[in-house]
């Protein structure tokens, strides 16, 4: 589907009717990480109605010369969220970069926000200030190789496992490396080095949230860690705060069984 925000075009996938879910993928990925993980779960349940962005200069939206930083990101979704989902309450669902987007809505955009679930959130946008877990494989599958076409995507696999077997790197090929591909390099490089934080990233520790919020992390987690998001968001009144052993940046894939339990939890708990 497309809709125009600001005039420009943004693509984003529609599934189900009900209670909306607004999810919101990492950087640089689209959202084929997102239906990869949340669709499989929405499968036995009704009455939500999901909706899966792809952000400017990322998947099948092309860059948009106005967003030059992470403020003017926080601005173009809440755009998105009043043209698509208006003043409906909603569900929120950030993983990595699309975490770190959900707490700046958290604090600053009024909207009618009745749950949020955050997967590997990032919250120091510096990531030389982030507190690491030493990276770590825990599961290496014998004789697990890839296609010669794919050695520098298995590398970026690699980088980041913890579990590395055929299931993780199949999911890894079909939900997370096509929205690499597909991103536009030179938006990529210049958000990163010019507006990937916040100007108000320091003002995060005052997000003050009484709905149900659960936030899923990985002990082995080397992207984004686990330890600053315990300080950031441990004063919150209904946090439910996981950290999954033997799970990295992509937990969602890692430990399929933990993250639909706890997914499941948190909508029981939204109702």
Known sequence: MICK???????????????????????????????????????????????????????STKMNASIKNADDMLDFLTNFIREVIKDESFLLVGLSYGGYLSLGMMLNSGLNISGVFLICPCVISNQESRNLAQKEILVLEKDLKPKDSEQNEFQDFMDYAVIATTKTWERYRNEIMPGLKDADVNFINTYRKDGYGFSFEASLKDINFNKPIVVITGKQDNCVGYEDTWRLVKHLSHLTFVCLDKAGHNLQIENKPLFDFHFHDWLNNCN
């Not at 993928?25 to 009455?47: Q, Y």
């Open 5 to 59: 925000i600001d005039n420009h075009p943004v693509y984003y996938q529609e599934f189900g009717t009900g209670k909306p879910i607004l999810c919101i993928h990492g950087f640089p990925e689209d959202h084929r990480t997102m239906t990869g993980c949340v669709e499989p779960i929405m499968a036995s349940l009704d009455n939500y109605r999901r909706i899966y962005i792809d952000l400017p200069g990322l998947g």
